[in-house]
């Protein structure tokens, strides 16, 4: 019994939409102490981070109904799902961080030019700054107002960290999304607390101004990752030059492939998509042999990034045909024929048409009086004679500055060079 109780809470500790019920009721929780302290020490800055606490409760709420969207399963209409209607809360959040950290940051400057009244006069005569809200406290509201706001603090900071590390298990990006939001929360709750220190225990009100600056420079950059990551999925960005680029070396060395001549990658939700040409020789027997071996190198590559799932199309194309003409010296006697030992010796010279290394067509040809300048016009780039080719022969020279080199041939038997005449001249 013990032990089963242990596996529900386990699997409810993992469960997405029960994260998000306990986010909901940390809004809650967040919001009813902050308003309620906020007030009652006159502290805009409190109590306006709890109606912004309120907020995060509708985009809580939003998060959970997000997620049941993504996990609907795939129809013919929506081939890889819906996991994609994540990402317009991705970037939502990720706007909405921006705007935040320029709100913050417009509260910071604010509070900087009020510690020099002649400048904030000046600049208020050109821009319509909003009004300081000065913290107001006693050493009878101190207390409530570290308790709540130190609270808070850490709250969103262990909840943040939670949400993210469940979203990123579960691949649910809205609520990455959400948790980075929470954590940005932790961070600007943090500076409220160094304001409550600063201007209660070092009468240093100004303190919490330039560390607001940099926590707005914080928060606006988190929102960027979010909007730019979510913009990219939106539009089908490829997941990565560095992953595409391993990718093609992963499957170039998978026996059997020749080459990618074409691949195309994007993100759905957290399943990487590969679209990919492969160029092979390899038959129809073989095709699922390398299939699987490029599937198996990919899959465990791209599971290794931050990929929940890896989903590969793959097209095998024949590589273009590769011609070369070769000829081989022979002497004919009647009905036999050998190879000869040098060009000089034949009676015939056998022209054969090779493709991906198989001959394809030969033909048999007397051999003229100008036999070097035949094989030129014939354009025979190698031929073969039945000799040591090791010792430069009589017609190497002639034949090397044609362009056309002279090889061995293994054998003077024409049938063991798999060499069938097709006619004779």
């Known amino acids: ?62 998060v ?20 994609n209607v994540e990402f317009f809360t991705s970037l ?25 009244p002649e400048l904030d006069t000046a600049v208020r005569a050109v821009l319509p700054l909003p009004v300081h809200e000065q913290l107001m406290m006693d050493s009878a509201t101190f207390p409530w107002a570290l308790a709540v706001t130190a609270c808070s603090v850490i709250l969103s900071f262990v909840v943040g960290r939670y949400q993210v590390a469940i979203g990123r298990k579960s691949g649910h990006a809205s609520m990455v999304a959400d948790g980075e939001e929470t954590l940005s929360d932790g961070t600007i709750e943090s500076v409220t607390v160094a ?24 928060i606006a950059r988190t929102g960027r990752e979010l909007f730019v990551s979510a913009w990219r999925v ?8 560095e992953h595409e680029s391993r990718i093609r070396e992963l499957t170039r060395q998978v026996p059997g492939v020749l080459d990618v001549t074409e691949l195309k990658t994007f993100q759905v939700g957290h399943i990487a998509v590969c679209m990919m040409s492969v160029t092979s020789r390899a038959g129809a027997l073989a095709v699922p042999h390398v299939k699987y071996g490029i599937e ?14 890896c989903e590969l199309h793959i097209r095998f194309t024949r590589p273009d045909p590769q011609y070369r003409r070769v ?26 048409d090779q493709e991906e290394g198989e001959f394809v067509r030969i033909k048999a040809e007397r051999s003229p009086a100008d036999s070097v300048s035949f094989l ?7 031929l073969y004679v039945f000799a040591d080719c090791g010792q430069p022969g009589p017609e190497d020279d002639r034949l090397s500055v044609r362009g056309i080199s002279v090889t061995a041939a293994v054998s003077y038997l024409p049938s063991v060079l798999g060499l069938a005449v097709e006619r004779d001249s």
């Open 296 to 309: 198996h190198a990919v899959e465990c590559y791209v599971l290794a990034q931050e990929f929940k799932e």
């Open 327 to 352: 000829a081989f010296a022979a002497i004919k006697e009647g009905e036999l024929l050998v190879i000869a030992p040098s060009l000089d010796q034949a009676t015939h010279l056998l022209i054969c």
């Open 376 to 382: 030129v016009e014939k354009r025979v780039a190698q």
């Open 234 to 241: 939106l539009l089908q960005h490829s997941i990565g030059v």
């Open 1 to 62: 019994m013990l032990e089963q109780i242990k596996a529900k809470l386990s699997r409810a500790a993992c469960d997405p939409t029960v994260v998000m019920a306990l986010v909901i009721l940390m809004y809650l929780a967040k919001a009813a102490f902050k308003i309620t302290v906020g007030t009652h020490i006159h502290s805009p800055m409190i109590a306006g981070d709890g109606y912004h606490n309120l907020a995060d409760l509708l985009e809580a709420a939003a």
């Open 64 to 83: 959970i109904v997000v997620i049941f969207v993504s996990m609907r399963p795939s129809t013919q209409q929506y081939p890889f799902g819906r996991k």
């Open 92 to 116: 939502a959040i990720g706007l909405g961080l921006l705007a935040m950290s320029c709100q913050f940051a417009l509260k910071s400057v604010v509070g900087l030019l009020h510690m020099a």
């Open 195 to 218: 304001g409550v220190l600063g201007e209660y225990l070092l009468h240093l009100p100004w303190l919490e101004y330039p560390l607001g600056l940099i926590v707005a420079f914080l």
